[in-house]
């Protein structure tokens, strides 16, 4: 984004001089500054427009990069319920779009991840998604893959392979979050725990 200077300085802020009569020529040149100016202006206006954070829409920074910035009350969470699961073989989890997934889990399936995000540059940024999968009663198995396929999983200590058992309890959740900093290429998985009403 580039902004033009307006050049103010060729009006003549003196013109016309009273008690004399003035040559037209100075309205003229005076009136052809002021909408030159005003045409810079109305450009300047309209990048900054095109350019600039909203305050009354959702804004997207095209990976452009925050520095040094400090924040409060800022909710980067945003959850999509995906409902029941029963009629799925299969969810494809977008990870540049909601970073919080519920999907109640209602047969054996698998759940792919794919749409890591880059920077401008095409380098892998840190992504991350987090899962909820809600039990419908029924213990089931949740398997999860890579779109496309060949990046390598990276599974913490608490799971024996990259996929998921769902309590046999109705309404109870396990949590998983799942991240990758290289496009996918390496994505790691961690089972936060399992979760039920108090």
């Known amino acids: 984004m580039s ?24 309205f003229r040149d005076n009136f052809s500054y002021i909408k ?16 600039t954070v909203k305050t009354d829409a959702d804004n997207d920074l095209n990976s452009v990069r ?12 945003v959850r999509i319920v995906g409902g029941d699961t029963s009629s799925d073989p299969g969810i494809n989890v977008q990870t540049e779009g909601w970073e919080y997934h519920q999907y109640t889990i209602a047969a054996n399936m698998w759940i792919t ?15 991350r998604v987090r899962l909820e999968l809600v039990s ?45 900093f290289d496009k996918g290429a390496t994505v790691y998985v961690s089972k936060i725990g399992t979760f039920r009403a108090a």
């Open 66 to 77: 925050l520095y040094n910035a400090t924040t409060n009350r800022l909710f980067p969470e």
């Open 113 to 127: 991840f794919g749409g890591w995000p880059k920077d401008a540059d095409d380098n892998g940024i840190l992504g």
């Open 136 to 180: 419908d009663g029924t213990a089931r198995t949740v398997d999860l893959a890579l779109s496309p396929a060949g990046g390598t999983f990276m599974i913490d200590s608490t799971l024996s392979a990259a996929s998921i058992t769902t309590p046999a309890v109705l309404g109870q959740s396990v949590i998983v979050d799942v991240w990758s």
């Open 3 to 26: 902004i033009t200077n307006i050049a103010y300085g060729s009006i003549d802020a003196l013109f016309p001089v009273a008690g004399q009569d003035n040559n037209s020529q100075g």
């Open 36 to 51: 030159a100016g005003l045409q810079i202006a109305d450009a300047n206006f309209t990048t900054l427009d095109q350019h």
